[in-house]
């Protein structure tokens, strides 16, 4: 059973949601069934990561601040041997979790407080909480943090800059880079808007002190994501980000990779998915391969939007197509990627490489559809079709493959 592969269902695409995960040996053929599985502790959708040999299981229930670890028993048999509770060590019962690698994951948050002199806005505080988990014993590590103050350059804290989003953390030498969502604070409005910069948060591995910012305007947006991983460390060490936001010059939505080298943004470094598609376009985030290949889930704006489900307070939620792409960083190049329609891929999490292949669970809301099987050296923007993934009903989903 070690090897095997994971995936994961949801029921819900904002409301009260059920996550489910199964084992699958071979993912070239057959059929999944997303009415089978183990059911993960989750009030939202669970947030979910493997180990690499597959035995392990480990899962977020957002908004509680719970994290299980499950041990892997075949098909959909598994077993919850620890689980911890985050919100009250770490002050927040909305923190996020990132497993970093075979050793350690993250759980976080941040918070900012407009400050003020009288009748005068100062800047924002910003906090954050971050706590190391140790994933063998599953207990945050000494020092974990509820009260990390966040130092950022004084000229852009009396701007209004603040950051409200902290995800997808990575680590790169002793230093964690945090994917950081960003605004501007409007003071005769008191409330916060656009920004016009591209933030990330570092943070001392060691003793998770020395939070400071790093920030470009050469690209603007978010680098947090939603639930896919947006930052990825390349064989030299260099942190291969992504960035999505709105174009204030186009007011059209681009989405960008772009590069930190040696703690800083490399500036003269910008891969730009949009123009090269061609296409206004979002992303929540992709995933690194190897030797400079990626593939990225884009929300193709160009296409008509449709009714896709509700949010937390009843309301339907609309989204345009999403599609895939390859891209090649060494030559600069972007394949679209030949995909069912109307894919919905906003909470998509997981997309595995085993070997030179990389494994994707591509299906529309509620509809059959299948695992899709790239060749990772290959410009072929045909996948392979391997295991079908058969249909349920509306609002029911695949998230990921682990």
């Given at each position: 059973?070690?090897?095997?592969?994971?995936?994961?269902?949801?029921?819900?695409?904002?409301?009260?949601?059920?996550?489910?995960?199964?084992?699958?040996?071979?993912?070239?053929?057959?059929?999944?069934?997303?009415?089978?599985?183990?059911?993960?502790?989750?009030?939202?959708?669970?947030?979910?990561?493997?180990?690499?040999?597959?035995?392990?299981?480990?899962?977020?229930?957002?908004?509680?601040?719970?994290?299980?670890?499950?041990?892997?028993?075949?098909?959909?048999?598994?077993?919850?041997?620890?689980?911890?509770?985050?919100?009250?060590?770490?002050?927040?019962?909305?923190?996020?979790?990132?497993?970093?690698?075979?050793?350690?994951g993250s759980v976080h948050y941040i918070s900012g407080q407009a400050q003020y002199?009288?009748?005068?806005?100062?800047?924002?505080?910003?906090?954050?909480?971050?706590?190391?988990?140790?994933?063998?014993?599953?207990?945050?590590?000494?020092?974990?943090?509820?009260?990390?103050?966040?130092?950022?350059?004084?000229?852009?804290?009396?701007?209004?800059?603040?950051?409200?989003?902290?995800?997808?953390?990575?680590?790169?030498?002793?230093?964690?880079?945090?994917?950081?969502?960003?605004?501007?604070?409007?003071?005769?409005?008191?409330?916060?808007?656009?920004?016009?910069?591209?933030?990330?948060?570092?943070?001392?591995y060691n003793d998770l002190s020395n939070a400071t910012v790093i920030t470009t305007?050469?690209?603007?947006?978010?680098?947090?994501?939603?639930?896919?991983?947006?930052?990825?460390?390349?064989?030299?060490?260099?942190?291969?980000?992504?960035?999505?936001?709105?174009?204030?010059?186009?007011?059209?939505?681009?989405?960008?990779?772009?590069?930190?080298?040696?703690?800083?943004?490399?500036?003269?470094?910008?891969?730009?998915?949009?123009?090269?598609?061609?296409?206004?376009?979002?992303?929540?985030?992709?995933?690194?391969?190897?030797?400079?290949?990626?593939?990225?889930?884009?929300?193709?704006?160009?296409?008509?939007?449709?009714?896709?489900?509700?949010?937390?307070?009843?309301?339907?939620?609309?989204?345009?197509?999403?599609?895939?792409?390859?891209?090649?960083?060494?030559?600069?190049?972007?394949?679209?990627?030949?995909?069912?329609?109307?894919?919905?891929?906003?909470?998509?999490?997981?997309?595995?490489?085993?070997?030179?292949?990389?494994?994707?669970?591509?299906?529309?809301?509620?509809?059959?559809?299948?695992?899709?099987?790239?060749?990772?050296?290959?410009?072929?923007?045909?996948?392979?079709?391997?295991?079908?993934?058969?249909?349920?009903?509306?609002?029911?989903?695949?998230?990921?493959?682990?």
């Amino acid at each position: 059973m070690t090897g095997d592969f994971h995936i994961a269902f949801a029921n819900g695409s904002e409301s009260i949601s059920a996550t489910l995960v199964q084992g699958v040996t071979d993912l070239t053929k057959g059929a999944i069934s997303p009415t089978k599985g183990w059911e993960l502790e989750s009030s939202r959708t669970a947030r979910v990561f493997s180990s690499a040999d597959g035995s392990t299981i480990y899962s977020l229930n957002y908004t509680v601040g719970d994290i299980e670890k499950l041990t892997y028993h075949g098909g959909d048999l598994y077993k919850q041997v620890a689980t911890i509770g985050t919100a009250t060590p770490l002050g927040a019962t909305a923190t996020r979790f990132t497993k970093i690698n075979e050793q350690i994951g993250s759980v976080h948050y941040i918070s900012g407080q407009a400050q003020y002199d009288g009748d005068t806005y100062t800047g924002h505080k910003v906090v954050a909480s971050i706590g190391i988990l140790d994933l063998s014993t599953m207990t945050l590590k000494e020092g974990y943090n509820n009260n990390i103050e966040v130092v950022m350059d004084q000229e852009l804290v009396e701007q209004g800059y603040n950051i409200t989003r902290i995800d997808a953390p990575v680590l790169s030498g002793d230093k964690l880079y945090y994917g950081a969502a960003a605004s501007k604070f409007d003071a005769s409005t008191a409330k916060n808007g656009v920004t016009d910069k591209t933030f990330t948060l570092v943070v001392d591995y060691n003793d998770l002190s020395n939070a400071t910012v790093i920030t470009t305007d050469k690209v603007r947006g978010g680098t947090n994501g939603y639930r896919t991983p947006t930052q990825h460390v390349n064989e030299a060490g260099e942190i291969l980000q992504m960035v999505s936001g709105v174009n204030p010059e186009t007011e059209k939505n681009e989405v960008h990779i772009v590069k930190i080298k040696d703690g800083q943004y490399d500036e003269s470094f910008d891969f730009n998915l949009s123009e090269k598609l061609n296409k206004e376009s979002k992303s929540n985030g992709w995933f690194y391969a190897k030797d400079g290949i990626g593939y990225i889930p884009y929300e193709d704006m160009t296409t008509p939007s449709k009714v896709i489900g509700v949010d937390p307070q009843g309301r339907e939620t609309t989204s345009h197509m999403w599609k895939l792409a390859r891209m090649d960083f060494n030559d600069g190049t972007v394949v679209d990627l030949k995909v069912p329609d109307d894919l919905w891929l906003t909470q998509y999490q997981n997309a595995p490489v085993r070997g030179n292949k990389l494994y994707i669970a591509l299906a529309p809301i509620g509809k059959e559809g299948h695992v899709y099987i790239y060749d990772v050296s290959s410009t072929d923007p045909d996948g392979t079709k391997g295991a079908t993934l058969t249909g349920t009903g509306a609002d029911q989903y695949f998230i990921g493959i682990y």
